[in-house]
């Protein structure tokens, strides 16, 4: 393993952060820490880097344990989310300046040709001569993050890095920063609250609730296979619709009753559903406007919103008591209070305990 946390406990006051929290971080792996703000992900980035000490755990790099190892000594790069540059310095002397600090000594040209080819990867070549306050904040960005690879690190933390771009930024930069980590002879190790990032970049995804991770390993594995209701409803991009639902025998069968006109017949039997109530889960891509296939269930839904995100759709409905969001893949209008009929996939549902909020069981997928 690359990176392993063992134990971390840290709070802020009388503010627990983290609680007794354990993770496994692989090389060649990027790694996103999940979760809404304020579920520690900075803090736990932190730790792992050696910026901040933990109230007690510890931290190991390849076996070796480095909890006490100042983060100086430690061979590792740190992006934040804020565009962190020399104002005064161009681009270029920018990119330069970890090289020029070193202790390994670099000859001038090494440096330049260093800082020309992390350029080049990041699209900066023909803007190098520019002062950061010249350039776009994607451009920014892509400094920072380019004087961070040019220190040849084995371990890169970036902290949000996103979370001051437009929208289109986010989208050009997720692209590239997926190509320029990969095969990398290290980790990266990213936090973000955007179920977005971990699902187009990361390779292995942890998820932050209540101080400890939730759930962690392989991206799709955790997405395909969530293991808590929390998990399923945040990772997914726009969340999983949740709501309760009582069971019904229907012979070999059972339905999920989510209203008094919303039945859902699934493969599922008694024995795999012995109590009376679930939490119900469905994705919002698996609901429609139109039925394609006959095995859909329809419903009559009131139009609450219609948000335009991208080239998507996402509808926010009201059915009985039941707030849902549909995503259409393509960019629509439709008048608030609208009615509208809509149809779910009962081949894509997920049962989470509606106490605890663990797995259960889903249908085929």
Known sequence: MAIHAENVCQSHGKHRILQDLSIEVEVGSFFTLLGPTGSGKTTLLRILAGIEEPDSGRI??????????????????????????????????????????????????????????????????????????????????????????????????????????????????????????????GAVIYATPEPIDALTMATHVGFLHD?????????????RNPSHASVASYFCNPQMNLFPCDVEDRGNRCALRASETLALEVDLGRE????????????????????????????????????????????????????????????????????????IDPEHLYLFDADTGEFIARTRN
């Open 60 to 185: 190991f790099y390849d076996g070796v344990d480095v909890t006490d190892l100042p983060v100086q000594e430690r061979k590792i790069a740190f992006v934040y989310q804020q565009f962190v540059n020399f104002p005064s310095m161009t681009l270029f002397e920018n990119i330069a300046s970890p090289l020029r600090v070193s202790k390994e000594r670099f000859t001038k040209a090494e440096i330049e040709r260093k800082v020309m080819e992390t350029a080049e990867l990041l699209g900066l070549a023909k803007i190098l001569n520019h002062l950061p306050e010249e350039v776009s904040g994607g451009q920014r960005q892509r400094c920072a993050i380019a004087r961070a690879l040019i220190k040849g690190a084995r371990y890169i933390f970036l902290d949000e890095p996103l979370a001051n771009l437009d929208y289109k930024l986010r989208e050009e930069l997720r692209a590239e920063l997926k190509q320029i980590f990969r095969d990398r002879d």
């Open 211 to 223: 101080g400890s991770i939730l759930q962690h390993g392989d991206t799709m594995d955790v997405y």
């Open 272 to 343: 795999q559903l012995p109590r009376e109530r679930y939490m119900l889960g469905i994705r919002p891509h698996h609901l429609f406007l139109e039925n394609p296939g006959n095995r859909m269930t329809p419903f009559q839904a009131k139009v609450e919103l219609a948000e335009v995100v991208g080239s998507n759709t996402e509808l926010h409905l009201r059915h009985d008591d039941l707030k849902l969001s549909l995503l259409m893949q393509q960019v629509e209008q439709f008048p608030v209070g609208e009615t509208v009929t809509a149809y």
